[in-house]
């Protein structure tokens, strides 16, 4: 939308894409497709090692900013 800075529209986007999730019935949550929390780890290990995404990726993450992801996921 003309004249909306760049935060407003990407809240708009976050908004309109969990409008979407919720008419749809995606699940938001780890813990709702059936994912223990206690697999956190071993998923963000196996993150750690997707190198491609990584490099690409405009901040550096660490297995510990991987798991602090992860655990807003649950």
Known sequence: M???SELDGAEMAVKFVERLSDDLRVPRRLRD???????????????????????????KITLEDAIAIYKSAY
């Open 2 to 4: 003309e004249g909306l």
């Open 33 to 59: 497709v059936g994912i223990p929390e206690n697999a956190i780890p071993r998923l963000a290990e196996a993150a750690m090692k997707v190198t491609r995404l990584l490099a690409n990726n405009p901040r």
